[in-house]
């Protein structure tokens, strides 16, 4: 394609022409010829203001960054306009001694940066009982990884000063949904962080500005938004948040609870449904995520034709605990039909179920926690589809 005026041997358009300059745009946005890499919600999903979400174009990126307008956004009641100075962040409960925090207080203690993906739990949860969506925008799209900026939250409560019988601490979100969970002390006082900036700059409202907790590793649920107080107890406080919602109802009647930690998981985001092969056969580079909450991913393996045939994948860029890992596959596509499937191994030494072997434990009630194998069929024409093999 192209337009044979702007190719060789003729001088293209753009060469002709001063362009904009410096002042044109303070805050740079992105090519108009990307106009297409955008967040998108699903119609027939929630998508009221009391209930919103929409999913990372994890199609259209590459390395482990997600860049800041791209991160996706689930809200419990719409994004709470902040104003930062009359932000406050109270710390009470059994501590010696209550405290409140503005901003520049937070500011005042020494910070970290640490980059980590987020998960919400029902992240691929339309795909329990079968494959649904098509693109792993919709199906994976509820993750993403930035470096975040802020305050270890152990020096918070070190302030506060913590009672011997501070067991659990419940993070409260400023939003109209009043957001909380029950967070164990032992997580609390080990890596979680009041974070402000995201990618070096102020984290983005959707994402909780002026300040969110980041609980790494754990489901995106407990990483409460626009955070406002922080309670320090005794017992878990059994919010909405972690009885009704956020528990895994299996076959038999019973519920798992406090499921925090998103285990191993990964997916193949080109070659898929919306980055179908658009080249003749020949050179072909597949790419994937992959991401633990349990630490750094060790492997990846890729299968072209459903699983007969393994290949390791090269993964790129830098492995960092708790954070997303790109992996690649270069191969040469003969042009015929395959199925491709990827599967993370974690510095633990798991290894990444199939949905089948996750449905045989977990039953299909369920929303949280799929992390099962996805496969996409590759058509000879270059499409791809969301299916499930058995
Ligand atoms: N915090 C508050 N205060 N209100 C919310 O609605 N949503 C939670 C969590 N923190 C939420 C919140 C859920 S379910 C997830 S998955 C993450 O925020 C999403 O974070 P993000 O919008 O930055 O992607
Ligand atoms: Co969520």
């Known amino acids: 394609g192209g337009d044979p005026a702007n190719l060789p041997p003729n001088v293209a358009d753009w060469s002709r022409y001063l362009g904009p300059g410096v002042d044109a745009a303070p805050y740079g946005m992105p090519s108009e010829h990307e106009a297409q890499v955008v967040r998108r919600s699903v119609e027939w999903l929630t998508a009221s203001r009391e209930s919103s979400i929409n999913f990372t174009p994890l199609h259209e990126l590459d390395g ?12 419990h009641g719409g994004v709470a306009e902040m104003n930062p100075t009359d932000y406050r962040l109270m710390i009470n409960g059994l501590v010696d001694k209550p405290l409140i ?4 207080d937070l500011k005042r203690f020494p910070r ?8 919400c739990a029902a992240n691929s949860g339309m795909e ?7 693109g792993c925008q919709f199906t994976h799209g509820m993750v993403h990884c930035v470096m975040y900026t802020g305050v270890p939250l152990k020096y918070l409560l070190e302030e506060a000063g913590l009672k011997t019988n501070a067991k659990w601490i419940m993070p409260e979100g400023g939003d109209a949904a009043g957001m909380n969970r029950s967070v164990p002390i032992e997580k609390a006082l080990d890596d979680c962080i009041v974070a402000f900036k995201m990618n070096g700059e102020a984290l983005r409202p959707e994402q909780g500005y002026p300040a969110r907790l980041v609980v790494p590793g754990w489901e995106g649920n407990m990483w ?6 922080i309670e320090v107890g005794d017992m878990p406080w059994h919010a909405r948040e972690e009885t009704s919602k956020y528990t ?7 519920a798992r609870r406090f499921t925090w930690v998103m285990d191993a998981k990964s997916v193949i985001t080109s070659p898929s449904p919306q980055a179908p092969i658009l080249h003749a056969k020949g050179a072909t580079v597949l790419t994937g995520l992959a991401w633990s909450g349990n630490g750094r991913i060790t492997r990846v393996d890729v299968t072209l034709d ?14 960092l605990p708790k954070a997303l890992h790109r992996f690649y596959f270069e191969f040469d596509w003969d042009g015929s039909e395959l199925l491709l499937q990827s599967r993370a191994h974690d510095e633990t030494g798991y290894v990444q179920p199939t949905k089948d072997a996750l449905r045989a434990v977990r039953g299909t009630n ?5 992390n099962g194998i996805q496969t996409w069929y590759v058509k000879a024409d270059g499409g791809v589809e969301n299916v499930e093999i058995s």
Do not use: M
């Open 112 to 119: 970290v940066n640490r980059l980590y993906f987020l998960e």
């Open 224 to 229: 409460v938004k626009w955070l406002r107080r």
């Open 366 to 370: 369920s929303i949280y926690h799929n």
């Open 306 to 319: 459903g699983g007969k045939n393994w290949h390791e994948a090269r993964i790129d860029g830098p492995s």
């Open 101 to 104: 925090f503005t901003l520049e």
């Open 128 to 134: 329990w009982r079968g494959a649904q969506l098509n």
């Open 64 to 75: 482990i960054i997600t860049p800041n307008g791209l991160c996706f956004e689930r809200h």
């Open 248 to 254: 895994d109802l299996l076959e038999g009647g019973k």
